[in-house]
């Protein structure tokens, strides 16, 4: 809940910083780069972490059968949904830049489905012209990529929930105390990247595809065994610090290696390169152990004094309100984003204004078109994945 809303901060960034994306303000921020290269680091990997909970919480009451129908209807439906809805109108608004683009919506709209099949581009599967095609997912590519990579990985989640599986498990968890070992589990995806630099910074959040698959996994694992929450919980403080060092690492050898003429270090197989890529990754993994330590710590705070807050009920029924509500406004908030800083980027105020100004606007926008036209129709939680009336 707390990462999709960040997102709106985290989006509505993208519109300051040098980077291309679909509105943008001008003049722009340098120095965002770097905070959104930091956030970028752990953000789209904890939600699939995350997600990896989620598929073991639901295998705890449900077959692998009826999970799969389950994963179908709420990511299949808001996906496609998403794409024929949602999407279009960033695409649009982004040629709308150039002043001289005149083309109406409906007349955009055709183009925009000139959609054709591309195996190469896996786990994605579809795409558009290279040169004049305008389809794209947008944001819904987490959608995509959790769908495909769930129902690859439903095997090997099939073989850990059996006795084998679960002594595999056992036997990790039995380690997991040592922050060695935390370290470990991000090393796979570390070497992934830097073996294989063709699939980083593709676009999917600034990852390799391939390796969201390994984050899924580990999400999976995760609550598998209460003494990985509690190792996360216990050496949340040495992961926070090991975070931080490893991010100054990575961004100390990427200064140091961009600055040779013709450098790309998410692509060149130098040693600079490929140690950073490594140690950025394992970072990457670091944060959300700490993050998820940290979370661990917060709820073990409230569980021990339930009577802090002022009034618990009343908490918890935000809390659920907004639980059910994260993929709804997931699959709404960046089109939301997008279509006020459209608008916002055109005023004469100051920056942090603009910015202030997209962030607070989307927030209340995408709350209301998800509470007056989404979860109060049978239909329109269907098509958003939400669970029925």
Not at 51 to 66: D, N, P
Not at 226 to 235: D, E, I, P, T
Not at 287 to 303: E, K, N, Q, T, V
Not at 369 to 375: L, S, T
């Amino acid at each position: 809940m707390f990462v999709v809303f960040g997102l709106f901060f985290f989006h509505s960034a993208r519109i300051f910083d040098p980077t291309a994306w679909y509105v943008k303000n001008d003049p722009t921020i340098e120095l965002l780069v770097i905070a959104l290269g930091f956030a970028a680091t752990w953000a789209m990997p904890l939600l699939f972490v995350i997600a990896g909970m989620g598929i073991w919480f639901s295998l705890r009451s449900r077959t692998m059968r009826v999970f799969a129908i389950e994963r179908l209807r709420r990511l299949l439906v808001p996906l496609l949904f998403g794409i024929a809805v949602i999407v279009p109108p960033q695409i649009w608004l982004r040629l709308h830049i150039d002043p001289t683009y005149d083309e109406s919506y409906w007349a955009f709209l055709p183009r925009f489905f000139d959609i054709r099949l591309d195996f190469a581009d896996f786990p994605l599967f579809i795409g558009s012209d290279p040169t004049e095609g305008l389809f794209e997912p947008a944001h819904l590519w987490f959608l995509i990529v959790l769908f495909v990579f769930t129902f690859l990985l439903a095997p090997l989640i099939w073989f850990l929930r059996r006795p084998i599986g679960l002594q595999v498990i056992n036997r990790l968890a039995a380690q997991s105390n040592k922050f060695w070992v935390i370290v470990l589990a991000g090393l796979p995806i570390g070497l992934l990247e830097a073996a294989y630099p063709f699939n980083a910074l593709d676009g999917l959040g600034g990852w390799g595809r391939y390796s969201f698959a390994i984050f899924l996994l580990l999400g999976y694992v995760l609550p598998a065994d209460r003494r990985f929450g509690q190792a996360l919980f216990q050496r949340r403080k040495t992961a926070l610090f090991a975070g931080v060092i490893t991010f100054v690492v990575f961004g100390a050898l990427f200064a140091f290696g961009s600055e040779r003429p013709g450098a790309n270090m998410m692509q060149d197989n130098d040693m600079i390169s490929l140690a950073m890529r490594l140690i950025r990754e394992v970072s990457g993994w670091i944060w959300i152990a700490a993050i998820l330590g940290f979370a661990g710590a917060w709820g073990r705070r409230d569980h021990a004094a339930p009577s802090a807050t002022p009034d618990p009920g009343r908490i918890d029924r935000l809390a659920a309100y907004l639980s059910e509500a994260v993929l709804p406004i997931y699959v709404l908030h960046q089109t939301v984003i997008v279509a006020v800083g459209f608008f916002v980027v055109q005023l004469s105020v100051a920056v942090v204004s603009k910015y202030l100004i997209i962030c607070l606007t989307s927030v209340v926008v995408t709350l209301v078109i998800y509470d007056v036209a989404v979860r109060r129709n049978r239909l329109s939680r269907f098509l958003f994945g939400m669970k029925p009336l």
